[in-house]
C-alpha cells in the first residue's frame, strides 16, 4: 500500500510525518502547480472550487509516482467538501486510475467506523503507536506553524529581498527530514536557527490580516503566494487559520491548551452573523472583528470562485469595514486568476493602507 | 525643455504622456499594445522622440498599468506604480476635490473614493469582465459600427430596451433576441450600456457612497452614451477631464514629478532605448518540482530582467549587486 493525500500548504509535512512514523509508505504529490491545476481543471467539473482541482492535480501526478491508496479528510455540512473525496474519485476511476479511497470524517453510526478506517491505513499498529503517530504528526505542524509566524514577520524587515524564502525553505526541509522525537528536537534547533540568521533592518511596516477559507489560505499556489508578494511590499501578515490550530480545535476537541481557537472568532462575529452558514463563513466575519480588535491596518479576506459559506461572509463584510473600521479587500481565486491582476489589487490596498497611516501620523 | 514622462502599459493600449517642467500636459500618445508591449512601447518613445525638441531633459519616469514592471525595466522607471494610485492621482489634479473616480479601460473597471484628497476606498472588477472596454469594442465590431459612434447613436435612442447585463455572454445573447425582435439599433446600443453601467455599479460600486464631484476616465469615458447613462442613472454631473484616455500616463508622470523633487536623479535610459533590440523569452526551470515558468527579458543580448520564480534562484542572481529593496514607497 502507498498512500497519498491532497496538498494544503505545509501539510504534508505533518501528515507525512505521522504516516512514515507507523511505517506505511507515502508518496507525496508534487507540489501544487500549473500541470497539476491544467490535470484537474480538465476533468472536474466547471463550477467546482479550486480546491478540487487542485486535488485531482494532486491525485493524478500522485498515480503516475505509484500510489495506490487516498487518505482524505470529509465531512458534513452546507460546504459542498463533505463529498468532495467521493466525487474525485469517481473522477479518478472514470479516468482508469485505480484508487483506494479512504475518507477520514465523522462517523454515521459508530465511532467504530472511523477506527476501522483508521486501522485500514495503519494495519498492525497498537492504538497506543497510532497515538504516537498522531502525536508526531501534530508535534511537526506547530513546528511548521511556528516556522511560518516567523516568516511572517522577517519578511517585510529582510535586508536583502528574498533571504527569508531560502531560510524557511531549508529550515522546512530540517523539520520535515526529522524521522524520530530526537532528531525532531535538534531539527527544531536547526531550523529556528536558520531564520534567526536572516539579516533585518528596522523600517516601518504594515499589519495586515489574511482571513477566509482555509484552503486558499494554507495553499500558496492557489492565492497566488499573496503571503509572499505583500511580504515583499513590506507587509508583516498574520493568518487566521494555521493547521495546527485547525487539528486542535477539530480532532482533538480543543484538548491542547493555550492555543488560539476558531470558537473566538465564531464569539466576535455575533453582531454580524450569529449562527453557522456552513464552511468558515461565520469564522471569516468573526476574524475580521478580531483583527480590527488587535489594531491591524485591513485584512484581506480569500477565497475560490464559487464558495458559498465565503460568499456569505463577503456580503457581510462590508458592514463588519464599516462598523470597525477595518478596511477589507476580496480577492477570488481559481484557475483563472492572473497574477498581474492580483498584483495590482494588493499594490493598490497596500498603497491605500500606508497613505492612510501615514495620513494619520501612525507610523511608527 | 525639461518634464517628466509617464508611461501606461495596458492591455489594450499603451500610453505616453509628456508633462512640462509646470506638469502642464504637453504631448500625449495613445496607442494600441496589440499584445505585444516592448514593440509599442518602443514605437511610441520614438513617436514622443520625434515630437520633443532635441535638447528636451527628462527628469523623471513613471511607469503604470499591467506591464508596468516590464514598461519599468525597458525604460529606467524611476516610480513604477498600481493604476489605482495614479488614476487617483491624475484625476485629484484634473479636478482639484474631486470624491469619486469612475474608471473604465480595456480590462479593467475601477472604482476609487477618495477624501480629502486621499484614497479612502477602492474596488475593481472581481472575476468578470463584462462591461469593459474590450466589451464594447466587440460588440461595436459585430454591429459593424465604428466605436466612435456608438456612442452618438445611444444618445439618439428614443426608449432604451433593457439587455441583461450581468454577464457579455448573456448581454449579447439578449442584444441578438432585441434584434430580432425589431427593435431599432439606437435603442438596443443605449440599452447596452444602461446595462453596463448597471454592472458596474452592482459589481464594481456594490453600494459603496458616490459622492460629487464624479469624475469618469479610461478609455470608455469617450463613449457619449457611456457618460449619458452614468449621469441618468446616478442622478449626478459626470466629469470627463480633458486627457480622459490616459489619466494613469499622466498619475504615473506627475508621481515621477513628485519623486524628482526629493532630488533623486532619474534612471531613465534616455529614448534611445527605442533602437535597442530588445526580446523576450522564457523556460521552465526544472530545478524543483513547482516548474516555475521565467521569463526573461534581454536588452541586445544581455539579460536585464527574469521574474516569475517562487525560489529567487533565477531573478536574485541578476540584483546581486543591489539585494537592499525599498519597501512601502
Known amino acids: 500500500m502507498r498512500v497519498t493525500f491532497p496538498h494544503m500548504g505545509n501539510l504534508w509535512i505533518s501528515l507525512k510525518a505521522m504516516l512514515t512514523y507507523l511505517g506505511v509508505q507515502v508518496i507525496v504529490p508534487p507540489p501544487c502547480n500549473k500541470q497539476a491545476l491544467q490535470a484537474g481543471a480538465k476533468w472536474a467539473p466547471e463550477f467546482a472550487c479550486l480546491p478540487l482541482k487542485l486535488n485531482l492535480g494532486n491525485f493524478i501526478q500522485a498515480r503516475e509516482m505509484g500510489a495506490d491508496t487516498i487518505v482524505m479528510a470529509g465531512g458534513c455540512g452546507p460546504c459542498r467538501f463533505g463529498y468532495y473525496a467521493q466525487v474525485e474519485h469517481v473522477i479518478l476511476h472514470d479516468l482508469g486510475y485505480n484508487y483506494q479511497l479512504v475518507v477520514m470524517e465523522p462517523p454515521e453510526k459508530h465511532i467504530g467506523e472511523l477506527l476501522q478506517r483508521i486501522k485500514y491505513i495503519t494495519g498492525q499498529n497498537s492504538w497506543w503507536q497510532v497515538m504516537q503517530g498522531i502525536r508526531f504528526g501534530f508535534r511537526k505542524a506547530c513546528l511548521v506553524d511556528q516556522l511560518e509566524k516567523r516568516a511572517f514577520y522577517l519578511r517585510p524587515r529582510e535586508k536583502r529581498s528574498g533571504s527569508t524564502d531560502k531560510a524557511l525553505q531549508e529550515a522546512l526541509a530540517t523539520v520535515d527530514a526529522a524521522s524520530n522525537w530526537r532528531e525532531l528536537e535538534q531539527a527544531k534547533h536547526q531550523a529556528m536557527q536558520r531564520l534567526d540568521e536572516v539579516k533585518t533592518v528596522q523600517r516601518p511596516v504594515l499589519r495586515v490580516a489574511l482571513i477566509g477559507e482555509i484552503y486558499t489560505l494554507l495553499e500558496p499556489f492557489a492565492n497566488l503566494e499573496l503571503e509572499k508578494r505583500l511580504g515583499e511590499m513590506g507587509v508583516e501578515v498574520d493568518r487566521s487559520i494555521y493547521l495546527s490550530e485547525w487539528i486542535n480545535d477539530h480532532l482533538f476537541l480543543g484538548l491542547v491548551r493555550g492555543m488560539r481557537s476558531s470558537k473566538a472568532f465564531s464569539q466576535a462575529a455575533a453582531p454580524y452573523l450569529a449562527h453557522f452558514v456552513g464552511g468558515h463563513g461565520q469564522e471569516s466575519v468573526g476574524s475580521a472583528v478580531y483583527y480590527a480588535r488587535q489594531g491591524y491596518d485591513g485584512a484581506i479576506h480569500v477565497l475560490p470562485f464559487t464558495c458559498m459559506p465565503e460568499i456569505v461572509a463577503m456580503g457581510i463584510l462590508p458592514r463588519v469595514s464599516q462598523g470597525t473600521g477595518l478596511p477589507v479587500m476580496s480577492l477570488i481565486v481559481d484557475e483563472h486568476s492572473g497574477a498581474a491582476g492580483v498584483q495590482t489589487r494588493l499594490e493598490a490596498f497596500v498603497d491605500l493602507l500606508a497613505r492612510q497611516k501615514r495620513h494619520k501620523g501612525a507610523f511608527a | ?329
Not at chain 2, 500618445?29 to 512601447?41: E, F, K, V
Not at chain 2, 518540482?289 to 521569463?295: A, G, K, L, R, W
Open chain 2, 1 to 329: 525643455m525639461k518634464g517628466f514622462l509617464g508611461i501606461d502599459v495596458g492591455s489594450v493600449s499603451t500610453n505616453l504622456v509628456f508633462l512640462d517642467d509646470d506638469r502642464v500636459v504637453q504631448h500625449v500618445l495613445y496607442l494600441r499594445t496589440q499584445g505585444r508591449p516592448l514593440q509599442t512601447l518602443q514605437e511610441g518613445l520614438k513617436k514622443l522622440s520625434r515630437l520633443l525638441p532635441p535638447k528636451t531633459v527628462v527628469r523623471g519616469v513613471g511607469t503604470t498599468g499591467s506591464g508596468r514592471h516590464l514598461a519599468g525595466v525597458m525604460v529606467g522607471a524611476d516610480v513604477i506604480k498600481n493604476e489605482i494610485t495614479t488614476h487617483a492621482v491624475a484625476a485629484s489634479a484634473a479636478v482639484p476635490g474631486v470624491q469619486t473616480v469612475l474608471e473604465i479601460g480595456g480590462q479593467d473597471s475601477k472604482l476609487i473614493i477618495l477624501r480629502h484628497g486621499l484614497v479612502v476606498d477602492f474596488a475593481m472588477n472581481t472575476v468578470c469582465a463584462a462591461g469593459t472596454g474590450s466589451f464594447l469594442d466587440q460588440q461595436a465590431a459585430r454591429l459593424n459600427l465604428p466605436v466612435d459612434q456608438f456612442g452618438e447613436l445611444a444618445l439618439s435612442a428614443t426608449s432604451p430596451v433593457r439587455i441583461a447585463g450581468r454577464c457579455a455572454v448573456f448581454a449579447e445573447s439578449d442584444m441578438i433576441h432585441k434584434q430580432q425582435m425589431g427593435h431599432s439599433l439606437s435603442d438596443i446600443v443605449a440599452g447596452l450600456c444602461r446595462a453596463l453601467v448597471r454592472n458596474y455599479l452592482n459589481n464594481v460600486a456594490k453600494g459603496k457612497p458616490l459622492l460629487p464631484p464624479i469624475v469618469f476616465q479610461g478609455g470608455v469615458a469617450a463613449n457619449a452614451g457611456m457618460r449619458q447613462a452614468f449621469a441618468e442613472i446616478l442622478g449626478q454631473e459626470i466629469i470627463v477631464p480633458p486627457n480622459y484616455h490616459v489619466m494613469g500616463a499622466v498619475g504615473a508622470a506627475l508621481l515621477a514629478a513628485e519623486h524628482a523633487l526629493s532630488g533623486v536623479p532619474s534612471r531613465f535610459k534616455g529614448f534611445k532605448v527605442a533602437q535597442h533590440s530588445f526580446a523576450t523569452g522564457g523556460f521552465s526551470c526544472h530545478g524543483c518540482p513547482n516548474n516555475c515558468e521565467i521569463v526573461e527579458i534581454r536588452e541586445e543580448g544581455q539579460i536585464i530582467a527574469r521574474w516569475g520564480d517562487r525560489c529567487g534562484k533565477w531573478s536574485q542572481e541578476l540584483d546581486s549587486g543591489c539585494g537592499e529593496v525599498e519597501k512601502i514607497s
